[in-house]
């Protein structure tokens, strides 16, 4: 029998690489993508099939799913969509390109992916879409806006494709991961820099006192942090159980609020994520 094949995005470091490996030592033929040629190369030393894979370019996508297809002869067990970044920010200080460019990556990316290969499995008769959404697509986080829209608006869409899917042999799952240990938070400086002009903001003090010392100070993790590997478990049973959950939680964090959500009124969730601050 063959090896399960999978495509794997946002591989350089965090939930993608840990996954990578994870799978690959259960006997995955394992297809790791990254945005960058650097850290494609890293992966290739390491042993896996790796190749270049941009969200914000569908040139890439469509080489790396060629590529993919080349090695497994056409078929496809599972996809992962994992890269994503964030840009924090006040919402009103947010420019509205700022806010594309997250949703580039964050989502459209995915949706032409997800497209594309489902059309791969359409055509087998069979595969596993797996999402990687996170506790902000169902509850919202202050300063975190752009991230939120974007984890708000995937689940919207993976809620709806998995239904749309029922009628196929294709499964599509989410999982929402609360604190995972990564650079997510590292490679958000970036975008922060670039994008927003915190000293001209109304709210200058409020991101002195609050959003610069948790994006510039070395801090030891949450206290709910979990590693990688976390994720990498949930992913398992997404991908190897015989009728898997529409959801995966992970984290403390996303069990609570999904709990806490569904439980109080806007006003006292509103009050407690203040308060959590």
């Not at 965090?14 to 990254?34: M, N, P, Q």
């Not at 949706?111 to 008769?125: C, D, F, N, S």
């Not at 939120?148 to 499964?171: N, Q």
């Not at 964090?253 to 439980?263: D, E, G, H, I, K």
Request: with cysteine.
């Amino acid at each position: 029998m063959k090896r399960k094949s999978i495509l794997l995005t946002g591989c350089s470091s965090g939930i993608g690489y840990d996954a990578a490996h994870g799978l690959k030592s259960r006997g995955w033929e394992v297809f790791a993508t990254c945005r960058r040629e650097s850290d494609v190369n890293k992966l290739r030393s390491e042993g896996f099939y790796s190749f270049v894979l941009d969200y914000t370019n569908e040139a890439s996508m469509d080489e790396a799913i060629q590529s993919v297809l080349n090695v497994t002869q056409g078929r496809l067990n599972a996809l992962f969509n994992n890269g994503a970044f964030a840009c924090p920010g006040a919402v009103e200080d947010l420019p509205t390109d700022a806010l594309r460019s997250v949703f580039e990556t964050n989502f459209f990316g995915y949706h032409y992916l997800t497209k594309k290969i489902i059309a791969v499995m359409r055509q087998q008769g069979y595969g596993r879409i797996v999402n990687c959404s996170s506790v902000l697509g169902m509850v919202v986080m202050p300063w975190r806006g752009s991230y939120v829209a974007s984890k708000f608006a995937l689940e919207g869409l993976t809620h709806t494709l998995r239904i749309e899917m029922k009628d196929t042999p294709i499964r599509v799952i989410l999982i929402q991961p609360g604190p995972i240990k990564s650079k997510i938070r590292e490679n958000s400086l970036r975008h922060f820099e670039k994008w927003i002009d915190w000293k001209s903001s109304p709210r200058a003090a409020q991101y002195q006192n609050r959003l610069l010392a948790r994006l510039y100070e070395n801090k030891d993790r949450d206290y709910f942090e979990l590693p990688p590997s976390a994720v990498t478990r949930k992913l398992i049973k997404a991908l190897e159980a015989t009728n898997p959950n529409p959801c995966y939680f992970v984290t403390i964090p996303t069990y609570t609020m999904n709990f806490l959500s569904r439980l109080l009124p806007t006003r006292w969730l509103d009050y407690l994520i203040e308060k959590s601050l």
